[in-house]
């Protein structure tokens, strides 16, 4: 216990002398806030937040727009291959219909 007391009258007679810096509550709030929002923040959030925090950086942004513009191209392209397809069945039962008007078509 008497180690409390001299603890206690130590610290009674600390002074700083220097000053602190500019803002510097303000800025002791602002992460005591940051951190208590990321605690209740879901988890899906908390990735979008770090998700969005790297895309600020220009190498990553240019790396996520080129596979976005790649997934379209190639998204684009299997779907005119399928249309393709789909019309190429089309016309080629059309021929046989105007050749043999007997023929069902086959659908």
Do not use: C
Not at 71 to 99: C, F, N, W
């Amino acid at each position: 216990m008497q180690s409390d007391e001299v603890l206690r009258q130590t610290l009674q007679q600390w002074k700083v002398n220097s000053s602190l810096p500019p803002r510097f509550q303000e800025q002791v709030w602002r992460r005591i806030e940051l951190s208590e929002a990321q605690v209740e923040l879901p988890a899906w959030l908390r990735l979008w937040n770090r998700l969005s925090a790297a895309l600020t950086r220009p190498s990553l942004a240019a790396s996520y727009v080129t596979l976005l513009l790649l997934s379209g191209v190639l998204g684009g392209y299997l779907q005119a291959h399928i249309s393709r397809t789909h019309a190429s069945g089309d016309m080629a039962a059309r021929y046989v219909q105007m050749v043999s008007p007997f023929q069902s078509p086959h659908h």
